[in-house]
């Protein structure tokens, strides 16, 4: 009878559609397996295709491709210890989200995930089909419970693991960041273990897709849900834990234990992660941005220098008579601070040869909201015209505050391929420049210190589109804004609940108008770093055309 069982737990960064880089490093991680004296080397779930593909993986040629590359695998790794993978797995007419245990050159046996998330970002239930609970796998002597992902989030799928004869779980995850998520997923996997009596490793991988960041932190718990490993958040590790048998059943031998940021550390780090990896994936290497002395731009050129470096940032005043002074001192600082290139671009002769062409137009007409978004949309023209010039990819700058009421010109200031911000409100806008000036971490690529000049930071927010122009003269105050926003968009909430918690029904009523008439702004908005569970894209899907409105 085996009374050690090694598993090598690979807590990588996929790339969805590449199935052969993802398959090399696949192989890498097996190889410091077999190094290691490894049983099984298990990578997280759909690696081989990476995760999310959306509608990627209903198609056929893309599904026979992963299959193929699966089998390649299996033979590639012939002389070592298994491998388990996760992947698409067709049978007839259904396709199943999988892990495979490759050992001896072929697939040994695999298993289909049977929960299939419908919520938030997932779409589960649309790509994939159930299958039957299954039992555990046999590798090396012992039994391996493999519960995907959301099958481990419930009691069911494990209960029938643990009495089909399971010894120790192995959960393979895709699992995206939100803020605090980690206690949420460690919380339900402690109530697993307690339930089974068995040994549990939690693997995740790490890396951003599209507006999602993958956390990893995994970690492996004892029965009765003590730990034993903890992986950083969001670092690429392969590492091997020791199990050991004992009168009492399967052990994890005490490993490595790496201490996790707070919050707002997290919250950057994904921040800085998703462009980074949004950048490296799409194959843009330089990104810039309209940097107008304000402290939205400010947070994302920093957030840029952390992701890419100094040399691979361009930022550009774009100044017309109605940008302040300091605006054009506290951008050209913040730019030095950063070490990024700063060029001034005004569009005063621009805008002049607009207005008079649209003069004979506008005649009769007094000026309003339409000549102040010229201004705008020209700067977004010469943003584009620099990013199509240079290869360049066009950061937008819009704040989750500014997101959700529409404070934003449609074809101007929300041009661009990326917003890292997107779902950060103006409130925590503030707090993180604080943050980041007074930390800085290995992962940054920009100067320590304070990178976003302090008046950028206490200066009232402006748009500059007009004479003496404050955020405050068509919003709320940020706070109350802010607060009403998290009610109606993060809780789900109402105008009733609104006033409840202190706020006028006036200023509830007219932010709820605001946030749906602007729903077709966000259609065409760029994507952004997921942080909460609410995010706008996936998380929150709203009709444009919609009449009703909560009365309160």
């Excluded at 409130?427 to 290995?442: G, I, K, L, M, Q």
Aim: charged residues 25%; negative net charge; proline residues 6%.
């Amino acid at each position: 009878m085996t009374d050690r069982f090694r598993l090598t737990m690979a807590q990588l960064n996929p790339t969805v559609g590449d199935l052969r880089g993802n398959a090399e490093k696949a192989r890498a991680a097996w190889a410091q397996g077999r190094e290691a004296g490894a049983d099984l080397v298990a990578l997280p779930e759909m690696f081989i295709t990476g995760y999310q593909t959306q509608d990627l993986v209903m198609k056929p040629a893309f599904i026979n491709d992963a299959v193929a590359t699966i089998e390649a695998l299996a033979r590639d790794c012939a002389d070592g210890p298994a491998l388990a993978i996760g992947g698409p797995c067709p049978e007839g007419t259904k396709l199943h989200n999988s892990y495979y245990v490759l050992q001896d050159g072929k697939v040994a046996s695999i298993t289909h995930k049977f929960f299939l998330p419908n919520f938030n970002v997932f779409d589960e239930v649309r790509l994939f089909s159930r299958d039957q609970m299954q039992g555990p796998v046999s590798v090396n002597g012992v039994r391996l419970g493999m519960p995907i992902c959301e099958d481990a989030w419930y009691p069911d799928v494990v209960e029938a693991m643990e009495e089909s004869g399971a010894e120790i779980l192995v959960v393979p995850n895709g699992s995206p960041y939100f803020r605090n998520k980690y206690e949420t997923r460690l919380n339900k996997m402690v109530a697993r273990v307690i339930e089974s009596s068995l040994p549990l490793a939690y693997l995740n991988m790490v890396g951003g897709q599209d507006d999602q960041v993958f956390d990893g932190g995994s970690f492996v718990l004892n029965a009765h849900g003590a730990p034993a490993v903890q992986f950083p958040v969001f670092d690429e590790v392969v590492e091997t834990v020791e199990f050991t048998r004992g009168d009492n059943g399967w052990v994890a031998e005490p490993g490595r234990f790496d201490k996790h940021p707070d919050a707002w550390e997290q919250d950057y780090r994904v921040m800085v992660e998703s462009l980074r990896d949004y950048c490296g994936k799409t194959g843009f290497g330089k990104v810039l941005l309209g940097m107008s002395g304000g402290i939205d731009s400010a947070l994302v050129a920093t957030i840029a220098t952390d992701a890419l470096g100094a040399d691979n940032v361009r930022c550009v005043m774009l100044p017309s008579e109605y940008t302040s002074d300091h605006s054009l001192e506290d951008a050209k600082a913040c730019a030095e601070a950063l070490g990024v290139r700063y060029d001034f671009v005004p569009i005063t002769e621009g805008r002049d040869a607009i207005t008079n062409t649209l003069a004979p137009l506008f005649e009769g007409t007094q000026p309003d909201l339409a000549e102040e978004n010229i201004q705008s949309r020209l700067r977004g023209l010469l943003l584009m015209a620099l990013s199509n010039k240079f290869g360049e990819m066009l950061l937008t700058t819009g704040n989750k505050s500014e997101v959700a009421v529409g404070y934003a010109t449609i074809y101007g200031d929300m041009a661009g391929g990326y917003n890292p911000i997107k779902d950060l409100y103006k409130t925590r806008v503030f707090e993180t420049c604080r943050w980041r000036n007074a930390n800085h971490r290995a992962w940054m690529n920009a100067p320590e210190g304070e990178v976003i000049p302090d008046r950028i930071i206490t200066k009232p927010p402006s748009a500059e589109l007009r004479e003496d122009q404050k955020d405050s003269d068509s919003l709320p105050d940020y706070p109350v804004l802010d607060a009403i926003l998290d009610i109606l968009v993060d809780q789900d909430g109402s105008v009733a609940d609104c006033v409840d918690a202190g706020y006028t029904r006036e200023d509830a009523q007219r932010v709820q108008h605001l946030l749906y008439i602007s729903e077709y702004k966000r259609y065409q908005s760029a994507p952004g770093a997921r942080l909460t569970p609410r995010a706008f894209w996936l998380d929150r899907r709203y009709p444009i055309v919609n009449r009703w409105r909560d009365e309160g």
